[in-house]
């Protein structure tokens, strides 16, 4: 398994843009698919989006399709969101995962190995 480590969330106003890092352990980065999922307070946990290994298939929740972009770069074993036209009910705890595969799901509960999530709150 890879370990996962979020970055980038804070505080922002509604229409802003916030960038998310994930940087995973290890050499095999480029096996995984990887996934970004969020969770607000009393709701469960969703889907966000989603990147192939290879990074040329991606899939995204309709709440965030045409304002959140997922990336990744596999010779620095990190994956991105590009969070634009931020809403304050994109507010959450943002969760990057892996899982050994080369395209992912939407299932949170098929990937194998999560980071320890990062707070984005938007006011309007």
């Known amino acids: 398994q890879v370990q996962l480590v979020e970055s980038g969330g804070g505080l922002v106003q509604a229409g802003d843009s916030l960038r998310l890092s994930c940087a995973a352990s290890g050499r095999t980065f480029y096996t995984y698919a990887m996934g970004w999922f969020r969770q607000a307070p009393g709701k469960e946990r969703e889907f966000v989006a989603t990147?192939?290994?290879?990074?040329?298939?991606?899939d995204y929740a309709d709440s965030v399709k045409g304002r959140f972009t997922i990336s990744r770069e596999n010779n620095k074993n990190t994956v991105y969101l590009q969070m634009n036209s931020l809403k304050p009910e994109d507010t959450a705890v943002y969760y990057c995962?892996?899982?050994?595969?080369?395209?992912?799901?939407?299932?949170?509960?098929?990937?194998?190995?999560w980071g320890q999530g990062t707070q984005v709150t938007v006011s309007s």
């Open positions: 990147i192939s290994w290879s990074g040329r298939t991606t």
């Open positions: 995962a892996a899982e050994r595969t080369q395209f992912a799901n939407r299932l949170a509960h098929d990937f194998n190995s």
